[in-house]
């Protein structure tokens, strides 16, 4: 069976997916000029320390909760069964904005005994916020399992609106700061995922039966804790550097890191769309029709999103000598080095992505953390050096040599395992390729055991 050369469903679903997250991203890149430019780099460079915070529970949802379900939950022809599932990894997601918020207070009170009253207070905020945050991004990931893009954008016009009325409220009463921009975005997420959850109810079940909880402790526990360590890895990789930059330096220069990366990172919400919409098109397409197709889709994703981010970067470097200032205001000047830096890093980042996202399809779930964890090892090993030396941009240095080594690696294992698999592909019998493919739909054990050190 050969693969059609366009899909209009699939490309009007991709097309919403993008909508989806650029409009978030959008908002959130606002939010950042807004406090930027009326609160200064400090409240801006403690925006993003805290901020960054939230993105360890959201790789632990996504990992643990969202994406095995994403898997698993197709392969479960009972629509009881389904619903009893959704309702046992809702329950997981709950859960996880509890712990969540028990972690944020603790460390609010004990951030408070060390004499630091507004860094106590960004934790105890965050303690609403985080939860909020968790249940509007399950509520958005959630409806990507049916392919269904257009629910994901209505949530994320409900809380964009929500969270923009929310901050010129806080504008007109002058309290406009780090604290205040996270509790609007804590309500405006509140107020959407209690809409979806209540305008969804009759979609779960809390009620589980024992093949769905059985599902859910196998399967589903096995392949997500492997993808949590690659995840996690990713995130620690990226929001490691405002951290060091607060340790090192100060609020002012973790500021204008922040502001660089904002402008730099535009490009993620394409990145995430791109992902959200690829992972289940190369599972559906290896399976129908094999690992040659599926290579293709891969190498077509790469020239596609290489152009955009060379079109996106040269651009940006373009301008870069006034961007940042012009955005964010006078205080930001002097950033043409950190952001030229920092765009080339996620340039890389986004030229890499198919090949990342298609480590887990050929099962080599292990090479992705791997790949992260030496980009990782990158970063500590030059970041402190780099940060004292040229502070904000050697940070920047430090991102993109990380982002390097993290997609080379990648890129390396994915060319030698695929060539591999459709030479094995070639060579074996259909009983061979059949229970390959039984073991993807299974695909937790095996994922499992391949990944372990």
């Known amino acids: 069976m050969k693969l059609k050369s366009f899909n209009p469903t699939a490309a009007k679903q991709t097309l919403v997916a993008v909508a989806d997250r650029a409009l978030l991203g959008a908002v959130t890149f606002l939010t950042s000029i807004i406090l930027g430019r009326w609160g200064g780099p400090g409240e801006l460079g403690l925006f993003a320390i805290f901020f960054s915070l939230v993105f360890l529970g959201l790789a632990l949802q996504e990992s643990l909760v969202i994406v095995p379900y994403s898997i698993l939950a197709p392969a479960l022809s009972d629509p009881l069964d389904r619903r009893r599932y959704l309702g046992g990894v809702l329950g997981d997601g709950l859960v996880l904005g509890v712990i969540a918020a028990i972690l944020f207070v603790v460390g609010g009170l004990a951030v408070r ?52 009325l ?56 096995l392949l997500g804790r492997w993808l949590l360590a690659g995840q996690a890895g990713d995130i620690v990789r990226i929001n490691m550097l405002p951290w060091l930059l607060a340790l090192v330096t100060d609020d002012v220069t973790v500021g204008i890191y922040a502001a660089c990366s904002f402008v730099a990172s535009l490009p993620t919400p394409l990145h995430v769309a791109v992902s959200n919409m690829l992972v289940p098109q190369m599972a559906q397409l290896e399976r129908r029709s094999g690992l040659v197709e599926t290579n293709r889709l891969v190498h077509k994703a790469t020239r596609w999103l290489t152009a955009a981010m060379v079109a996106y970067a040269a651009a940006v470097i373009a301008v870069s000598a006034h961007l940042v200032a012009w955005i964010y205001g006078d205080k930001f000047t002097g950033t043409q080095h950190a952001l030229i830096v920092l765009v080339l890093a996620w340039a890389v980042t986004g030229a890499t992505l198919p090949t990342a996202r298609a480590l887990l399809i050929i099962k080599r779930a292990d090479q992705s953390l791997w790949s992260q964890l030496a980009g990782i090892g990158v970063n500590l090993a030059l970041g402190v050096p780099m940060v004292m030396a040229w502070g904000a941009a050697g940070a920047a240095y430090a991102a993109l040599l990380g982002s390097l080594v993290k997609g080379g690696l990648g890129c390396w294992w994915y060319a030698v395992g695929i060539k591999r698999l459709i030479g094995d592909d070639e060579g074996s019998s259909p009983n061979a390729l059949n229970s390959r493919d039984r073991s993807w739909s299974a695909g937790a054990g095996a994922l499992a055991t391949e990944a372990a050190p």
């Open 113 to 164: 005994t060390y004499g630091l009253p507004k860094e106590s207070t960004l934790c105890l905020v965050l303690a609403f916020a985080a939860p909020c945050i968790l249940l509007r991004e399950f509520a958005r990931r959630i409806v990507y399992t049916d392919l269904r893009p257009q629910a994901a954008l209505q949530i994320s016009a409900t809380v964009s609106v929500l969270q923009l």
């Open 166 to 221: 929310f901050l010129g409220v806080c504008y007109a009463m002058g309290q406009l700061t780090a604290v205040s921009s996270i509790v609007a975005m804590g309500a405006s997420s509140f107020i959407g995922g209690m809409w979806w959850l209540v305008t969804n109810i009759p979609t779960f079940e809390l009620r589980e039966s024992t093949s769905s909880r059985r599902t859910r402790y196998s399967e589903h526990w």
